[in-house]
């Protein structure tokens, strides 16, 4: 899988395939996330160390966490720094089994 960034470099046909990405992207209607009560569930979410499934790590500091909690039938995933500013979110099945985690991405031993 190559991975491409604009201030990096862009193929000619960039415009083209991220048009037609988008396009498909748009005409897809899924079942809308009611966002504000997500937020205002994750305003009062407690956290805990079983939560956190990821986490990294900059000398002795840890600078971001990822927790996974239920909400109504879906698992929603948090992207916190070490100071609770989110970085990410994003809604999971939660029969995700993670068959598809890149094991060598991470620290072993």
Known sequence: ???YHRKVFYPQEAGQELESITKELNSIK???VDIKSLLLYIKDLKINSENIFEYYKDNDYIAKICVRFDWKNESVILCLTANKTLVSVWINSVED???TLKKE?????
């Open 105 to 109: 991405l991470y620290v072993s031993q």
């Open 1 to 3: 899988m190559n991975r």
């Open 30 to 32: 899924d079942e809308p």
């Open 97 to 99: 089994t993670h068959e």
